[in-house]
Each structure stands twice: as C-alpha cells, then as structure tokens.
C-alpha cells in the first residue's frame, strides 16, 4: 500500500495581501497534492482592466469617434480593438 505524503497545513492570514505575499515565495507542492488536481473553466472571468490617461491630438479623437459611431461602438472600446489588433500582429499574442 502506497503512503499518502503529508502536507503541511496552509497558515491562516490576516488579510489577502498577506496570503498573496506567502503564496508568491511558497512552494505549493508542499501544500497540495496536485495528483487530485482538475482543469476548470471560468467561462465569465473578465481579464483585470486597469485606467489610464491618454492625451491624444483633437484631430485623431475625432476622427476615432466618427469611426466608432460608424461601427457602432464606445470609442474608447474602439482604441482597446486598434491596440490589441496591433499588438496582436506586432507580437502574435491575443488579447
């Protein structure tokens, strides 16, 4: 008969930031047994955003806001489509 390994317990934490730090330097092979482990899909995550200030030339704004009220579309949803079309044929990643 095969002998479970033990783990060790998982430390109680006084707030996320300080479980964040503890997880960012520990092993969790130590913690979990990963054998048991199962993909799963968040098929409602939406990728973390975070704000920015952009200053752009009037002429470019306006002319990104008559194309997006061409599509249809928020024009700062518009620059977000433009700079991950770029991105994406500059480094071939997705976003």
């Known amino acids: 008969m095969k002998k479970q390994p033990k783990f060790k317990p998982i430390p109680k934490f006084k707030n996320e930031d300080e479980e964040r730090r503890f997880w960012d330097k520990a092993d969790t092979s130590l913690y979990f047994d ?10 409602n995550l939406k990728p973390s955003s975070q704000s920015i200030s952009l200053r752009l030339p009037e002429s470019i704004l306006n002319e990104l806001k008559v194309l997006a ?18 991105l994406k044929e500059q480094t071939g990643a997705n976003f």
Request: charged share 30%; hydrophobic share 45%; no cysteine.
């Open 34 to 43: 990963f054998s048991k482990a199962r993909r799963v899909i968040f098929p």
């Open 69 to 86: 009220n061409k599509r249809d579309v928020p024009y700062q949803s518009l620059i977000k489509i433009f700079l991950a079309e770029k």
